[in-house]
């Protein structure tokens, strides 16, 4: 449990978001092109990182938008947040 | 040879206040090299190291742990056993896990308090009821005892459970698996690792694994808080922190880790003697043997490995726990914790060979591992063992995931995700 800031609505309780999971997996451009090992790449395998890890957040209690966030999961310990279309922090 | 444990030997070491009993399992320091590591030292590592000693003739074996046995998830769960599964493949693989059970305390010398109460699923709307009765007969096309109960069965079977069609989430009907049940999570760490540990199983703890050694696609060993240890098998049987393992050799898995939780109140007088589990509003209860009834609630949304949950998650299954045993209104609760669960897109296990030759992962259990125990550790000691899956776990590769051929039980497995 731990505070969020909405870039949008400023802080507010974890419990208004809803996780988006990683953040910056790029849709594929060619999806007719890709191979069966690629897709799964794509649509399942995830770094689930312990530590420092880029994600998304959607603001479902609130204004509603995505925007990105970096948190450390071994701790909770929010270290950004940044907008959509953002260039990620770097660590 | 250990000593038996039984009637005699407790009377025995009565006359010395008990403070003879030889120790359960030794604390040996790790050799150079071993046949087959298991990286994890819960329930289903355990009873890998066991399995792979007992059944595949593998005497040089060791299980390291980062911390103490059983101090992860299987020490955290709500004990819950059964095998009413809905897809082929599960039916098959939790049901193998269910029938060891039944003989496992006389099979390990160890009682694991292995209690056949029955568990009960509970359905609140029509597609419930629909889902629960293909489920029974989905069940019993596979041999697994179901039966679908109406409301006022499920009110004679349980009879704390509000039946009033005017609550939010009326209960509807719900399914009954008598088979099913609970048992003790720490004895099933002890009994696999005394029975491991007599074999000639090295268990080690305070041991972490740091990074894993290959050479080009095989693997040669692991380096350790206690330093590098040979072995041409490596099993990772890491729960949670499956995904750090992997990422030691570059491996991508199918899994996020979140938090889940669970509580117990204070010991009261046996006022449920079953286990009541409700998909559609995310509440289970049973009773433990103390008296406490212990609670399983609901996994966070978000990656985290802090193994705390967020409260509203509590708060959300204690609310669900109110509205259907009213009774419970002036309970108060002792402790509440956290396990850090990885769970796979179709919330379905891995049981499997890696690309890397010797390496294999038995993860993806998420919130409901426990129940499998005995069967995963016998089919991952197989996969170990044979450098091939056996029957059983044969679904439950990692290629699942490139193939597209899922094991779909989000839904389906009784329980919400």
Not at chain 1, 33 to 54: C, H, P, T
Not at chain 2, 184 to 206: C, K, L, P, S, T
Request: hydrophobic residues 35%; glycine residues 10%; proline residues 4%.
């Amino acid at each position: 449990m731990f505070l969020i800031n909405c870039p949008f609505c400023g802080e507010r309780e974890q419990s208004e978001f809803k996780a988006g999971g990683e953040a910056h997996i790029e849709r594929p451009k060619q999806p007719t092109e890709l191979s069966d090992d690629e897709w799964a790449e794509f649509l399942f395998m995830r770094k689930n990182i312990k530590g420092v890890q880029y994600e998304r957040w959607n603001h479902a209690h609130g204004c509603r938008k995505w925007f990105n966030i970096v948190r450390d999961t071994s701790d909770d310990q929010i270290k950004a947040v940044y907008k959509m279309g953002e260039k990620p922090p770097v660590k | 040879m250990k000593n038996n444990y039984s009637i005699f030997s407790l009377i025995k070491n009565a006359f010395s206040y008990h403070e003879n009993w030889e120790k359960a399992w030794k604390d040996p320091e790790p050799k150079k090299e071993y046949e087959a590591i298991i990286v994890g030292g819960g329930g289903h590592g355990l009873a890998t190291a066991y399995y792979l000693a007992k059944k595949h003739n593998m005497k040089n074996i060791a299980v390291v742990e980062k911390g103490w046995i059983g101090g992860g998830n299987t020490g955290r769960n709500t004990t819950i056993i059964r095998s009413n599964y809905l897809w082929d493949a599960s039916a098959g693989l939790y049901d193998h896990a269910l029938k060891i059970w039944e003989g496992l305390s006389q099979e390990l010398n160890y009682n694991v308090m292995f209690s056949q109460r029955g568990v009960m699923n509970l359905a609140h709307n029509l597609q419930d009821v629909r889902d629960l009765k293909r489920r029974t007969h989905a069940n019993r096309l596979n041999g697994i005892d179901a039966v679908y109960l109406n409301t006022e069965e499920v009110k004679k079977f349980c009879p704390i459970i509000n039946t009033s069609q005017d609550i939010r989430y009326p209960v509807l009907g719900g399914t009954l698996q008598r088979r099913a049940g609970t048992a003790r999570h720490d004895a099933v760490a002890w009994g696999y690792a005394r029975g491991a540990d007599e074999m000639g199983v090295d268990i080690i703890q305070n041991c972490e694994v740091k990074g894993i050694k290959r050479n080009g696609d095989t693997v040669e060993g692991i380096e350790t808080t206690k330093g590098f240890i040979k072995a041409k098998k490596i099993g990772v049987v890491a729960a949670g922190h499956s995904s750090v393992i992997a990422n030691m050799v570059g491996l991508k898995l199918p899994l996020e880790s979140k938090p889940l939780q669970a509580l117990v109140s204070e010991p009261v007088k046996p006022i449920i003697d079953t286990v009541v589990m409700s998909n559609a509003v995310h509440a289970y209860v049973s009773q433990s043997d103390k008296g406490e009834l212990v609670i399983g609630a609901g996994t966070d949304d978000y990656i985290s490995y802090s193994q705390k949950g967020s409260h509203d998650i509590v708060e959300g299954t204690l609310n669900a726990i109110l509205e259907l045993y009213p009774i419970f209104s002036r309970m108060r609760m002792l402790r509440q914790w956290g396990g850090i669960v990885d769970i796979c897109p179709d919330a379905s296990p891995i049981i499997s060979k890696t690309s890397i030759k010797g390496l294999y992962f038995n993860c993806g259990w998420g919130t409901g591992g426990f129940k499998a125990t005995p069967g995963s550790g016998d089919l991952f000691a197989h996969t170990i063992a044979n450098d091939e899956p056996h029957k059983l776990n044969a679904a439950f590769n990692l290629n699942r995931f490139v193939s597209g051929d899922l094991v779909d039980e989000h839904g389906a497995a009784a329980v919400a995700h």
